[in-house]
């Protein structure tokens, strides 16, 4: 038995990166997954294959998190598909960098779009049916620079802080439900994404990081089985930070 045999979760944007492994992670402790991305190309086909191979129920879901009627239709899928939405992972998410001052309104707009009101599109679907089985864990991939800003970052800085605060309210709204709602703030995480930086780059953040070296996507999926499972029962509305220390 693991800590998750016989939920059901959903992970957004789970075809690659953070979202996979906290995919995979669940699936290795029993969890059933459903999970979504904007397009189930190769990377989600193998990413179904994979979480297949450990003998759970799972399916991928092509679906604009971002759009408030697909994420209702797809929600109501997934529960037709899997019977109960047990967990609920927020991680869709994209950056479009740039300072305040070259921004472009599409830049703000895109990134508060995916990061941020895929969330809303997602809890408003999910905690109907949450509230009913009167259980749930939902979970926000926030980030470091939700806390503490970023400079070049506003639009995904405000989107991570948005998360936040939308984890903190949802907590004292469903509490009483039996519904749990948290936020992980990652570090700097090594990712596809940050693969592509300079090894120069890599070597002055992780000076910056206490225990010297960058997160992996598996840190990050520890600690979201935590806060899935009832080994965390009694945690809602916390902000958990995993980034080797680098802001405290």
């Not at 899997?82 to 703000?108: C, H, P, Y």
């Not at 508060?112 to 999910?126: E, G, T």
Request: proline fraction near 2%; charged fraction near 20%.
């Amino acid at each position: 038995m693991g800590l998750l045999t016989g939920k059901t979760a959903i992970v957004t944007g789970a075809a690659r990166g953070i979202g996979k492994a906290i995919a995979l992670k669940f699936a290795s402790e029993g969890a059933n997954i459903a999970f979504t991305d904007l397009v189930i190309d190769e990377n989600g086909q193998n990413t179904e294959k994979e979480i297949a191979a450990l003998g759970v129920k799972v399916k991928g879901y092509a679906s604009n998190a971002a759009n408030f009627e697909d994420t209702e239709k797809v929600v109501n899928q997934i529960k037709e598909d899997f019977g109960s939405i047990d967990i609920l992972v927020n991680n869709a998410g994209i950056t479009k960098d740039g300072l305040m001052m070259r921004m472009s309104e599409a830049q703000w707009d895109a990134v508060i779009a995916v990061n941020l009101k895929s969330a809303f599109n997602f809890i408003h679907a999910c905690t109907p049916i949450m509230m009913r089985q009167k259980s749930g864990s939902i979970i926000n991939m926030a980030s470091v620079v939700g806390v503490h800003g970023n400079a070049g970052q506003c639009n995904y800085s405000a989107s991570k802080a948005g998360m936040i605060g939308l984890a903190k309210s949802i907590a004292q709204e469903l509490g009483s439900r039996g519904i749990r709602a948290n936020a992980i703030a990652p570090g700097f995480i090594i990712t596809d994404m940050t693969a592509k930086l300079s090894d120069e780059v890599k070597t002055e953040w992780a000076k910056k990081i206490p225990l010297r070296r960058g997160g992996t996507p598996e840190d990050v999926a520890d600690v979201a089985t935590f806060l899935a499972s009832d080994m965390s029962s009694y945690i809602s509305g916390q902000v958990i930070q995993v980034d080797g220390g680098m802001n405290m």
